[in-house]
T-cell receptor, first 112, second 115 residues
Framework: GDSVTQMEGPVTLSEEAFLTINCTYT??????LFWYVQYPGEGLQLLLK?????DKGSNKGFEATYRKETTSFHLEKGSVQVSDSAVYFC???????????FGQGTELSVKP | GAGVSQSPSNKVTEKGKDVELRCDPI?????LYWYRQSLGQGLEFLIY????????KSGLPSDRFSAERTGGSVSTLTIQRTQQEDSAVYLC?????????????FGQGTRLTVV
């Protein structure tokens, strides 16, 4: 079945460090890919998305490129801030408007 | 409303009791999802409603779990004969229009504790 696998956390970085959170997927169809973020005490919200191969989603300094050949959608940010501390979820949706399947989440902690 | 609303925000129940969790989606959203988030776990898909189509119930963990969506709007997730392993945060989300890749908007969740 369709699934998403993320790197395990927690990930602890110093402010201004480079961030990569790995995400790979398995899908029977041609999925759309998403990153959601859950800040402490808040609900999940969409961070970025990509709908076809080689698309790059970006928002708030975060980027992820849809790599069909490696079935990956890794999240990157060049310089993290303390305010980026949160749990990050990779997700996919197969077929337009289809259900969202989430990975297990990766907790990021950024220290000053 | 301004966003997805879930009630109650917290629920403590005794093992063996039934509970009902409510979700009010954003007005006009055709898709509605229920997920379960356990401590240290990811988001476990439970059920998905899309417009007038039959719901996708493939994620419901047992026949103690059921959900309905009345009038294409409000949804209720019911857990019968609750067990301690049902303790988790239950999240509801809704999405606008069918047939498009759009974001899901999440509620704050209901924290269920079975004692």
């Amino acid at each position: 079945g369709d699934s998403v696998t993320q790197m395990e956390g927690p990930v602890t970085l110093s402010e201004e460090a480079f961030l990569t959170i790995n995400c790979t997927y398995t899908a029977t169809g041609y999925p759309s890919l998403f990153w959601y973020v859950q800040y402490p005490g808040e609900g999940l919200q969409l961070l970025l998305k990509a709908t076809k191969a080689d698309d790059k989603g970006s928002n708030k300094g975060f980027e992820a490129t849809y790599r069909k050949e490696t079935t990956s959608f890794h999240l990157e940010k060049g310089s993290v801030q303390v305010s980026d501390s949160a749990v990050y979820f990779c997700a996919l949706s197969v077929n337009q408007g289809g259900k969202l399947i989430f990975g297990q989440g990766t907790e990021l902690s950024v220290k000053p | 409303g301004a966003g997805v609303s879930q009630s109650p925000s917290n629920k403590v129940t005794e093992k063996g009791k039934d509970v009902e969790l409510r979700c009010d989606p954003i007005s006009g959203h055709t898709a509605l999802y229920w997920y379960r988030q356990s401590l240290g776990q990811g988001l476990e898909f439970l059920i998905y409603f899309q417009g007038n189509s039959a719901p996708d119930k493939s994620g419901l963990p047992s026949d103690r779990f059921s959900a309905e969506r009345t009038g294409g709007s409000v949804s209720t997730l019911t857990i019968q004969r609750t067990q301690q392993e049902d303790s988790a945060v239950y999240l509801c989300a809704s999405s606008p229009r069918q047939g498009a890749v759009t974001e899901a908007f999440f509620g704050q969740g209901t924290r269920l504790t079975v004692v």
